[in-house]
């Protein structure tokens, strides 16, 4: 039989207690000051039976405790949420939901993706669960997948309440219990080595235990996952945010507003940080905006170095090559030629084809070398010409702090993965606890990743539990 804790009114209590035989019951009847009480009731008959609970119904938690569910169906799973179900899920990838990154199937370049996990995620991590599968998880389930061609991959329907209504249908047909508007606030173990956890509810004075045999701690980049991490005996690496937009020292950017550089080379060098970030030069595409640089280049950047940019206060120095394709001299050559072909044009009007670039962006160069007006390409000097060509290949912007990207955004730090085993994804500090999702030190740049690392974890720690939680039902059975 399917059970799981059910929580009661007080009236209740005093008629159900007389039933309340098994494992657990816990009660607590309200004090003079705050008229709440709390209680943990079993309906099992069968002794046997345990309890997962899951902290938290992101992507993590429900993916896990599907997983743990499936693998186990008489193990009662039960889902903690203080929010909504999935909400980050909805809001993702613009509404559409990124999925996951079609493009990446080899590990060791799937987990290059990472700035924090790409050495610990090359081993076994992707093997139980990567891209592929969580593609043929959800397309199993009925939901069509597109992968575009930078590798992202979208549910067809381009809404991401396709992604939730699959996982909740899902996780409602094999019985995991779901709870919403309930946040979990402290854990403790019992002397039986069973998780004793603490349940309140944000808007009236009501608190419930649920003792437990197995916990999931899926809770995001919230602090109150952290603290219960860190109860259980965790440390927690300093969470900084991680893929966001520079704010740029420089009023002239606002005329370039909107402009787009399919292909620029980027490199940063921190005010305060003397160590090198790792990555610290990226090619790609980059957006300017009203108040800086965006795009995927500069996202990548301030994944790769979100922890050193977080010590500096996020000030110092963007050195961006324009034309990362041509060589200097060819772009001195490149000037010439324009200059010998064009003497009577406007500097201002033409410039060489070559360099792929907008007329907007060419006159903000100008500007840059004092360079306005009527200026013919006959008058331009060789020295103008080198210093032009030296703007275009190592222009310097001034950083002067983090700008918002609303499309992603996550959060850099969390549980060190050295103490967990990626294998299962339980801790080796208290057995029986699990972590999966952005709780861990783990984060991807954008493209699918981040899902992903919730999807694998999950997987993982789900089919984790779910398998201890049937060996320990067999043993039950052989005695
Ligand atoms: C705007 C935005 C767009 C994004 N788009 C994409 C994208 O397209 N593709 C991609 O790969 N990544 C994207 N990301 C990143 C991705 O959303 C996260 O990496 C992912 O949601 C992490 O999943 P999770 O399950 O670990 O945590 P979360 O999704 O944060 O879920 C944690 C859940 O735990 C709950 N919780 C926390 N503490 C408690 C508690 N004490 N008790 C009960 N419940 C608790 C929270 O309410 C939350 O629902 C985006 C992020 C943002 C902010």
Same mark, same amino acid.
């Given at each position: 039989?399917?059970?799981?804790?059910?929580?009661?009114?007080?009236?209740?209590?005093?008629?159900?207690?007389?039933?309340?035989?098994?494992?657990?019951?816990?009660?607590?009847?309200?004090?003079?000051?705050?008229?709440?009480?709390?209680?943990?009731?079993?309906?099992?008959?069968?002794?046997?039976?345990?309890?997962?609970?899951?902290?938290?119904?992101?992507?993590?938690?429900?993916?896990?405790?599907?997983?743990?569910?499936?693998?186990?169906?008489?193990?009662?799973?039960?889902?903690?949420?203080?929010?909504? +179900?999935?909400?980050?899920?909805?809001?993702?990838?613009?509404?559409?939901?990124?999925?996951?990154?079609?493009?990446?199937?080899?590990?060791?370049?799937?987990?290059?993706?990472?700035?924090?996990?790409?050495?610990?995620?090359?081993?076994?991590?992707?093997?139980?669960?990567? +891209?592929?599968?969580?593609?043929?998880?959800?397309?199993?389930?009925?939901?069509?997948?597109?992968?575009?061609?930078?590798?992202?991959?979208?549910?067809?329907?381009?809404?991401?309440?396709?992604?939730?209504?699959?996982? %909740?249908?899902?996780?409602?047909?094999?019985?995991?219990?779901?709870?919403?508007?309930?946040?979990?606030?402290?854990?403790?173990?019992?002397?039986?080595?069973?998780?004793?956890?603490?349940?309140?509810?944000?808007?009236?004075?009501?608190?419930?235990?649920?003792?437990?045999?197995?916990?999931?701690?899926?809770?995001?980049?919230?602090?109150?996952?952290?603290?219960?991490?860190?109860?259980?005996?965790?440390?927690?690496?300093?969470?900084?945010?991680?893929?966001?937009?520079?704010?740029?020292?420089?009023?002239?950017?606002?005329?370039?507003?909107?402009?787009?550089?399919?292909?620029?080379?980027?490199?940063?060098?921190?005010?305060?940080?003397?160590?090198?970030?790792?990555?610290?030069?990226?090619?790609?595409?980059?957006?300017?905006?009203?108040?800086?640089?965006?795009?995927?280049?500069?996202?990548?950047?301030?994944?790769?170095?979100?922890?050193? %940019?977080?010590?500096?206060?996020?000030?110092?120095?963007?050195?961006?090559?324009?034309?990362?394709?041509?060589?200097?001299?060819?772009?001195?050559?490149?000037?010439?030629?324009?200059?010998?072909?064009?003497?009577?044009?406007?500097?201002?009007?033409?410039?060489?084809?070559?360099?792929?670039?907008?007329?907007?962006?060419?006159?903000?160069?100008?500007?840059?070398?004092?360079?306005?007006?009527?200026?013919?390409?006959?008058?331009?000097?060789?020295?103008?010409?080198?210093?032009?060509?030296?703007?275009?290949?190592?222009?310097?912007?001034?950083?002067?702090?983090?700008?918002?990207?609303?499309?992603?955004?996550?959060?850099?730090?969390?549980?060190? %993965?050295?103490?967990?085993?990626?294998?299962?994804?339980?801790?080796?500090?208290?057995?029986?606890?699990?972590?999966?999702?952005?709780?861990?030190?783990?984060?991807?740049?954008?493209?699918?990743?981040?899902?992903?690392?919730?999807?694998?974890?999950?997987?993982?720690?789900?089919?984790?539990?779910?398998?201890?939680?049937?060996?320990?039902?067999?043993?039950?059975?052989?005695?």
């Amino acid at each position: 039989m399917n059970t799981f804790p059910r929580f009661v009114s007080r009236s209740e209590i005093i008629s159900n207690i007389s039933t309340c035989t098994k494992n657990y019951a816990y009660f607590r009847i309200s004090n003079n000051r705050r008229r709440y009480c709390a209680v943990t009731v079993s309906l099992s008959t069968k002794s046997a039976e345990e309890t997962l609970v899951v902290v938290g119904s992101g992507a993590a938690g429900i993916y896990g405790a599907i997983r743990a569910k499936t693998i186990a169906p008489d193990l009662n799973v039960v889902v903690i949420e203080k929010g909504k +179900p999935l909400s980050k899920v909805k809001i993702s990838g613009g509404g559409r939901c990124n999925v996951t990154n079609g493009h990446c199937v080899d590990n060791v370049i799937l987990a290059g993706n990472y700035p924090r996990g790409n050495k610990e995620l090359r081993g076994s991590f992707f093997n139980m669960h990567g +891209p592929t599968d969580t593609m043929s998880w959800f397309s199993d389930r009925g939901v069509e997948l597109t992968t575009e061609n930078d590798g992202r991959v979208f549910p067809v329907s381009n809404s991401s309440s396709t992604i939730i209504d699959c996982l %909740l249908s899902e996780a409602k047909s094999r019985g995991v219990v779901l709870q919403t508007g309930k946040s979990v606030t402290s854990v403790s173990m019992t002397g039986g080595g069973k998780f004793s956890i603490k349940i309140e509810k944000r808007t009236v004075d009501y608190v419930e235990y649920i003792e437990a045999n197995y916990m999931m701690i899926a809770t995001g980049s919230s602090e109150q996952g952290y603290k219960l991490a860190n109860h259980l005996g965790h440390s927690i690496v300093k969470p900084v945010p991680s893929l966001f937009t520079f704010k740029i020292d420089d009023f002239q950017l606002v005329e370039l507003s909107g402009v787009t550089f399919p292909k620029v080379r980027v490199k940063l060098k921190l005010d305060t940080v003397q160590k090198s970030i790792p990555e610290h030069t990226q090619v790609g595409p980059m957006l300017v905006t009203h108040w800086g640089f965006s795009g995927p280049v500069i996202l990548r950047l301030s994944a790769w170095g979100a922890r050193e %940019l977080s010590e500096s206060v996020y000030k110092g120095s963007l050195l961006v090559d324009f034309v990362p394709d041509l060589h200097i001299e060819d772009v001195k050559s490149f000037l010439i030629q324009h200059k010998n072909k064009f003497p009577k044009q406007k500097v201002v009007n033409s410039f060489p084809s070559e360099f792929g670039l907008v007329k907007r962006f060419w006159r903000f160069i100008l500007e840059h070398e004092d360079l306005v007006g009527d200026l013919l390409w006959a008058s331009v000097s060789n020295n103008l010409l080198i210093s032009i060509a030296s703007h275009l290949k190592n222009c310097s912007f001034r950083v002067k702090g983090k700008g918002q990207f609303k499309d992603e955004f996550v959060t850099a730090g969390g549980v060190p %993965l050295a103490e967990i085993s990626l294998n299962t994804m339980e801790s080796r500090i208290q057995p029986r606890l699990f972590f999966a999702g952005e709780v861990l030190n783990v984060d991807g740049v954008t493209g699918g990743f981040n899902f992903q690392n919730a999807w694998s974890g999950g997987y993982i720690a789900g089919t984790s539990i779910g398998s201890l939680a049937t060996v320990s039902d067999l043993k039950e059975g052989a005695l």
